[in-house]
């Protein structure tokens, strides 16, 4: 228990932290790209075609996956918020910094795809049906995160500033996604939704697994590289970012 | 001093300078645009996700969208160079202030309406706007945000130096003109009637306001250095 | 030795209030003059008076032996002004504050990066002026009179936030400039080592 | 083998659907990998520049 403890506040300091990461980035890479490959040439190449809705269903690899990454960001990055709140932790701030363009990247995705899959589904590329316009809502949220840690000069400052708004994002998501669902109810009593079919076979279902385990993984290396990118740009006056990574 | 070549060095320099300063700082072009989309999304969320309804709503939603979002980052086109000293040292050399004021409406317009104009053809899929008219749309917003940055810059140099929602309120009454022909426009394309007429005014509007409306806001801002 | 400037008995005014009264003085080409007054005697009131940027004042200025009293106007002389604010965007470059300023637009790379070594910024010329201390910000506003050959500079106490070698650059640049033939309009809180003509302003204490 | 490949590829018609959505996914991936390489290249450049 100690040794987690220890290992985590020594990762909290950029230098160790960036040599860690330097040092894991090609592991990472490789098991993102692999466990990635492998769900989508399952998801796409060789699951079994949906009697409803035929092989258009194969955007759910890309478009749940997508879904799921855009939520777990966000809470990601209220957990991170929250711990530099408490602790002042120097990396968990740049965190926030590193992940919201990532997280804005997949909600992106998971909007496109899920208009892609609507046009021949519904027969028109966007429906305001509950999911869809909280994921929309998701994603202006993570805009107004990276817009607001742009517009601050002095990033310790704009840390904070966007660590308060994620997790008072964290709040409000919830209670977003209820009250859209209940709007989506107030208008129209039948909704239709994407995934057709409640209960999928194992052979659909096991892809989708993976498929989630393959974005989770992308997204701990993206993190990482991103990361390392913050660390080197915040601290490139530091003698250790001299002797590390300018090399005099 | 003022030969022809200075002041196309001139007008490039002032352009380049701000678009650097914009790109440099991504809150400039994102905000406006998130903002445009986030107003657009209000109102399927106010008025119910009725295809019908909000296809025949569609072309105002977006035009009024656009108008307040253009008028958002309005105040910042002279505030900053104010109040840091760059427009002291800009007015003592002799290059014309004309120029100047033209670069950056033109910025502007480039950081600020012509992400809004990509976001409305996002938008009209989202309003279910009858894609007919989708190209009249794009016209006139091109031409109607143009019209509105001028008309922004001239509200930032009055209301320069106080509150950033004053120069939205001077500007908002005089932005009328600009939505009517907008929405004739596209009341007109939606009908599938001939638009050009309503087309040649608005441009006409624009070929007096690009030097009638620069050398009014030439005129205020040097009011804040009288 | 013609005069660049010629004031005679100038009275400004801020907001309203008498700030100086009965200010003359001539300035010839390459030589300077300098203002020195305590804070709110109205050092800066004169320079924007002069300039125009203040019109409440009255009393004679005379541009370039003219003999019509007027504000300064584009094709007296050439001038540049640098005011309390520097004009240092923090979010360009040291190369792109020199460039995009309004002197700069005609200097080649090569010229400011001479420049860049002159004011001890070489170094940081790629770099972006956030992360520059107040006194290298400075540093590039005093890279900014190089650029171009001015008649004339009016600045707005050059010599607040400057080390000792920052003091020393100014000294050995105007010297420069003075043997290039252009004048300096300074204004400080006390007298600096530079070879000039001293004015001094008291703080009007009427109530 | 060839066969199957077009099959896969053509999905009924609705192929294009999915392989947009495949495309989006990579470039939304390409740019958030990129970028913060472009951004330590500019540093890296910045900083050795200043010799």
Known sequence: MSRIKNWLIAMGSPPHFYKWATSSLPWLAGLAVIVFCV????????????YKQGDVYRIIYIHVPSAILAESIYIFMAISGFISMVWRAKIAGMLINSAAPIGAGFTLVALLTGSIWGKPTWGTWWVWDARLTSTLILFFLYAAIIGLHSSIENKTKGDRAVAILAVLGVVIVPIIKKSVDWWQTLHQPSTFTLTSSPSMSPEMYLPLLVCVLGFYCLFIFMLTNSLRGEIISRERDKSWVKKQFFKY | MTNRDNTLDWFMLVLRRDLTLSFRRSATYITPLIFFLIVVTFFPLALGPSQSLLGSLAAGIIWISALLSSLLAVEG???????????????????????????????HWLVCGAPIILASILSSIFLYLPSGALFALIISLLLGTLFMSLLGALGAALALGKSAILSAIIVLPFSI?????????????VNQQDYSGFLSIMGAMLAVGIPGLCLLTVEAILLNYE | MSNILKVKNLNCRRSGEEVLQGLSFTLEAG????????????????????????????????????????????????????????????????????KFSSSGFNSSLEEITLIAKKIGLKHFLNRQSSSLSAGQKKRIAIGRWLLKDFN????????????????????????????????????????????????YLDVKNDK | MLDSLQLLFIMDGKGPYVWACLLILIIVIFINLIIPVIRLKRIYREETLEE
């Open chain 1, 39 to 50: 769900g989508l040439t399952w998801g796409i190449g060789f699951s079994p075609t949906d």
């Open chain 2, 77 to 107: 086109i002279f505030s900053e160079d104010y109040r840091d000293g760059t427009l002291d040292q800009y007015f003592v050399s002799s290059e014309p202030v004309f120029i100047l004021i033209f670069a950056k409406v033109l910025c």
């Open chain 2, 177 to 189: 003109p600009t939505l009517l022909m907008g929405t004739a426009i596209m009341s007109a394309a």
């Open chain 3, 31 to 98: 030589k300077n003059l300098e203002i020195i007054g305590s804070n709110g005697s109205g050092k800066t009131t004169v320079l924007r008076s002069l300039l125009g940027f203040v019109n409440d004042h009255d009393g004679g200025v005379y541009w370039n032996d003219s003999e019509v009293s007027s504000t300064f106007q584009e094709g007296d002389v050439s001038c540049f002004y640098q005011g309390h604010q520097i004009a240092v965007k923090p979010l360009l470059t040291t190369y792109e504050n020199l």
């Open chain 3, 152 to 199: 004339l500079y009016m600045i707005d106490e050059p010599f607040t936030a400057l080390d000792d070698e920052g003091i020393e650059l100014i000294e050995d640049i105007v010297r420069e400039l003075n043997n290039k033939g252009a004048s300096f309009l300074i204004t400080g809180h006390r007298p600096s080592g530079l070879n000039s003509n001293k004015i």
